[in-house]
């Protein structure tokens, strides 16, 4: 099944099936991106970590100056309600979204009692078992919290993203290692990243120029449980090309093996197979 081919929109107390029209041309969110959203995952029966996702997008909320308008519980049961509508087996991309639709004080600033919610819940399959993908360079790099609302899963925030994932697919990459201001490895254009060496894992620390993510921190702790040694240090470029293997963390695909990184050259091996099996496991024993 195409991705976008099942939709189903929950705005304004109602449930619609397709790709509802929620923003208006004058909205605040439309033209100036007070724009807030999170991702969840639905899929095999379960919904892994749903409240952290919700709890984040709560927080979002607030950190991009929006009121959120409904409680962590009463948006579970809503994301329940919707995915009920699904086949069984549909992998669903579960999107809570809201932005302002009128401007504060000087325009510019959002107005945080006219924040509206919606939720698009929009068929996505999961990657296979043994999709992997290729990373390089990109001159784009994370801001910094002073330049922008990186606190937040905002919207605004994508189109850097997407510049990245530009200039490397140009060079026939998949995807961009992507630098902090200072010029460490922050993160991916798309996902959290992880490198293991001599059967340590390592993952750059959270610095405030990435969000850390939650099946970031999902993997962390199933591998610390697992009696894997997991730091979160301060990486270079130099330190993922010495790298034994490399793997992506998020919602989309939740653990995504690296086979490349510029000209170097990655096995697919036994951390990052560990870090995929751990999770569906725990995600199963979760259900």
Request: net charge negative.
């Amino acid at each position: 099944m195409a991705v976008g081919e099942v939709i189903w929109t929950w705005f304004k107390g109602a449930w619609h099936q397709g790709d509802l029209p929620v923003m208006n041309a004058a909205d605040h969110g439309t033209w100036l991106g007070s724009l807030v959203f999170d991702g969840a995952r639905a899929f095999d029966g379960v919904m892994p970590d749903l409240v952290p996702h919700l709890e984040r997008f709560n927080r979002s909320a607030g950190a991009m100056g929006l009121r959120p308008v409904m409680e962590v519980a009463q948006m579970a049961a809503l994301v329940e309600e919707g995915v009920a509508k699904f086949d069984a087996d549909a992998a669903v991309y579960i999107r809570p979204m809201c932005w302002s639709t009128e401007g504060g004080p000087g325009v510019v600033m959002p107005d945080p009692e006219s924040t509206v919610f919606s939720l698009c819940l929009e068929q996505i399959p999961m990657a296979a078992p043994d999709a992997a993908q290729t990373l390089g360079r990109t001159r784009f790099i994370r801001p910094m919290i002073t330049m922008a609302p990186v606190d937040a899963k905002a919207a605004c925030l994508y189109p850097n993203n997407g510049r990245m994932l530009r200039d490397v697919r140009s060079r026939g990459f998949d995807n961009a290692l992507v630098a902090d201001a200072l010029g460490n490895v922050a993160e991916t254009a798309t996902a959290n990243v992880f490198m293991v060496k001599d059967g340590i894992v390592r993952t750059p620390v959270p610095n405030g120029t990435f969000l850390n993510g939650v099946t970031r921190q999902r993997i962390i702790g199933l591998l610390r449980d697992a009696g894997r040694d997991v730091r979160e240090e301060t990486l270079s470029f130099e330190d993922f090309e010495a790298a034994d293997e490399v793997f992506l963390t998020g919602n989309i695909s939740k653990v995504t093996p690296i086979t490349r990184f510029e000209d170097r050259e990655y096995e697919i091996g036994p951390v990052t197979r560990l870090a995929r099996e751990l999770y569906w496991d725990w995600a199963g024993a979760a259900a």
